[in-house]
């Protein structure tokens, strides 16, 4: 089956293979939480990370740019945040943490292609309908990490999501 990440508003995309798709959020998690400061930087990382195949199920986590949670206020830190996030998961953040090696020729692509997607983004593309449905969903669960203080697996230096630890479900 697979995952499709895309800017459907400029018709483009990208796909991969669920294991791909599993390694992709793996990375991009790792560096993120690494680099995110902000309450903004680290749930967009948290958003990436409820992509969750494990719980969500196999091949049902591709997404559209737009449809992630930008804050309009701070949208060009934001997408200075990811970039440089993508760029990190290519220096290899946080890959200490994993138990395989992830095969460089199939996920460089994929994060130069999410690369090129999200220096597509403007403010104008976005669907902040259902970034705030996201974001209202998640503070109206007590024992969301985003009202938590956005806690840490103790194993892996990442984001808890709702869903627990993306590397300890995979």
Sequence with gaps: MGNVISLEICRQHFSMSNGLTSVFISTLGLSGTYLAKTDDE?????????KDQSTIGI??????????????????EIKCFLLNVIKGAKKRIGWEFLDYQPNEKLLFPCLDQFYELISSVDTS???????????NDATEIPSDPIVCGYPRCQKHPMFLTVFGCYLCNN
């Design 125 to 135: 593309m976005l669907n902040q309908t259902v970034a705030e449905e996201w974001l």
């Design 42 to 50: 680290k749930r967009i990382i948290i958003w990436l990370l409820e």
């Design 59 to 76: 091949g049902s986590v591709g997404f559209d740019i737009c449809e992630m949670p930008w804050n309009v206020t701070n949208f060009n």
